[in-house]
């Protein structure tokens, strides 16, 4: 079974095909933008006329309900929920600036991190008080 992921406001299915789907917004500029949903697969599909910039950050949406994507742990950070292979549910966070490599993975046996930018995050507390466990996969 694939990993299926979902917006955390109205629980839609953002990964109906082959990609996961959000609206993306920069400045004036919005658009759609597909991701791989292999964890650590930083490929990405975007209409060549969407003016992305190393180093920018961008606005994520959900495409059905249209809410802020935005991790309450970090401001640089998308948040999402997934359903994992073994039917257990977790938080996907991955940053929202143009370049930088980082998803994590928080769910019940800690955090998964993914990315070579991901030591940028080590700060955010994804969990709201305390300390869990790290492992790092990449």
């Known amino acids: 079974m694939k990993r299926a992921y979902f917006c955390p406001h109205c629980r ?3 990964n109906p095909g082959t ?4 609206v993306i917004e920069h400045g004036r500029d919005r ?4 991701l791989s949903p292999e964890l650590g697969d ?5 209409a060549e006329s969407f003016p ?12 059905i309900c249209h809410h802020d994507l935005t991790s ?6 998308v948040e999402i929920l997934c359903r994992m292979p073994d039917d257990s549910e977790a938080r996907v966070a991955f940053s929202r600036v143009a370049g930088e490599h980082a998803t ?7 955090i998964a991190s993914f990315g070579e930018h991901a030591r940028l995050y080590e700060s ?14 990449g």
Request: glycine content about 12%; some cysteine.
């Open 19 to 22: 990609k996961v789907v959000f």
């Open 52 to 63: 992305i910039k190393p180093g920018a950050r961008n606005d994520f949406y959900c495409p």
């Open 124 to 137: 955010a507390n994804f969990f709201g008080e305390g300390e869990l466990s790290r492992r790092s996969d």
């Open 42 to 46: 930083y490929a990405t599909v975007l």
């Open 12 to 14: 839609g299915l953002l």
């Open 72 to 77: 309450p742990a970090n401001d640089n950070l």
């Open 104 to 110: 994590f993975v928080c769910g019940p046996r800690g």
């Open 31 to 34: 658009g759609l933008l597909l």
